[in-house]
């Protein structure tokens, strides 16, 4: 189904890696060339020529599978994705976020889809729901406990620059270490995007 997130980024980063996107795909459009070439597409018609545009095709959808061709931004963000939900321990089943929940990227303690110091870019990207429902139901569920943890909190000491002014040092220093806990979908993507555009080349 696909999970489409809008996603604020260094503009710098995601000059990076749309460079990095439209050279995997003059990198394709070179390889498909040739792979026509030796395969006299050409000289060939109907049946034979259908199976050999075939062939190429499983080909060429084989090699953006094993992420040797990362011709759209979620390909070349796959590797460094799928590393950091593995790092977080996201990578397994987990139950669907429940309906009229809020999402995990607008969690209370995050930036937001606008906020952070440098975040002017604006990266658009689809998820396939291998990528997606890990990062969007792990990270709701991780978050939980320490969402409601703030709840908490709030409902202790209000909100409000007033009442914020009559909360102890100590509390205060509580409610920070709690929301320092938060996961974004918005900083797990963050992350992957300065890997991959920042991974040495391969040769």
């Known amino acids: 189904m696909g999970h489409t997130m809008v996603i604020a ?16 795909k003059t990198a394709e459009t070179r390889w498909q060339a040739t792979a026509e070439q030796q395969a006299g597409l050409l000289d060939l018609r109907g049946p034979a020529l259908r199976e050999a545009r075939a062939r190429i095709r499983g080909e060429r959808d084989r090699l953006r599978e094993a992420g040797t061709h990362q011709v759209t931004r979620w390909r070349a963000l796959a590797p460094a994705l799928r590393a950091e939900l593995d790092a977080l321990g996201l990578l397994r089943e987990w139950e669907p976020v429940p309906g009229g929940a809020q999402q995990a990227g607008q969690n209370l303690g995050g930036t937001g889809p606008h906020g952070g110091s440098g975040l002017t870019g604006r990266l658009c990207v689809t998820l396939p729901d291998a990528l997606g429902v890990p990062l969007v139901r792990g990270t ?27 909360v102890p040092a100590e509390a205060l220093e509580e409610r920070a270490r709690t929301a320092a806990q938060i996961t974004t979908t918005g900083a797990v993507l963050r992350r992957a995007l300065h890997r991959t555009v920042n991974r040495t080349p391969r040769t």
């Open 9 to 24: 980024v260094p503009p710098a980063d995601l000059d990076r890696l749309d460079a990095l996107v439209n050279a995997h």
């Open 140 to 166: 709701y569920w991780t978050n939980l406990p320490h969402l409601q943890a703030l709840e908490a909190w709030t409902e202790c000491w209000g909100t409000g620059t007033a009442a914020i002014r009559a």
